[in-house]
C-alpha cells in the first residue's frame, strides 16, 4: 500500500513562496513518475505539474510555468513543490499522486496516478 504524505501548505501573501513536500513510502518510489494536483472550492482537480522517474523531464500546467518548479530526491522518496510569484488564484488544496505504472511518463490526466495524498491547504491573500 503506497502511502502519500504531504506538508508545507500555509497561508502566504501575493508575490510569496511556499514549498510543498510529498514523501512517500510503500513502493520503490524511484520507478514513479510524480504529479500535483490542485482542487479550488467549487472547482474540478486540476494538474499542476509532474515528474518523471528519474526527473529529467517535468511538465506544468500553462498558468503555473515559470512560477512553480517540481523536482524529486529518489534518496528522500520524496517528491516538491516550489511555488513563487503565489497569487490569489493559486488558493486550492493541493495533492500528491503516484503515477499507476512504473517508468511511464504521466501528466495532466488523473486516471493514470493511483495513488493519492491527503492534501495540503494553500491560501494566496491579495
Known amino acids: 500500500q503506497v502511502q502519500l504524505v504531504e506538508s508545507g501548505g500555509g497561508l502566504v501573501q501575493a508575490g510569496g513562496s511556499l514549498r510543498l513536500s510529498c514523501e512517500a513510502s510503500g513502493r520503490t518510489f524511484s520507478s514513479y513518475a510524480m504529479g500535483w494536483f490542485r482542487q479550488a472550492p467549487g472547482k474540478e482537480r486540476e494538474f499542476v505539474a509532474s515528474?518523471?522517474?528519474?526527473?529529467?523531464?517535468?511538465y506544468y500546467l500553462d498558468s503555473v510555468k515559470g512560477r512553480f518548479t517540481i523536482s524529486r530526491d529518489n534518496a528522500k522518496n520524496t517528491v516538491y513543490l516550489q511555488m513563487n510569484s503565489l497569487k490569489p488564484e493559486d488558493t486550492a488544496v493541493y495533492c500528491c499522486?503516484?503515477?499507476?505504472?512504473?517508468?511511464?511518463?504521466?501528466?495532466?490526466?488523473?486516471?493514470?496516478?493511483?495513488?493519492w495524498g491527503q492534501g495540503t491547504q494553500v491560501t494566496v491573500s491579495s
Open positions: 499522486a503516484s503515477a499507476a505504472s512504473p517508468y511511464r511518463p504521466v501528466v495532466g490526466d488523473s486516471l493514470q496516478y493511483d495513488n
Open positions: 515528474i518523471t522517474w528519474s526527473g529529467r523531464s517535468t
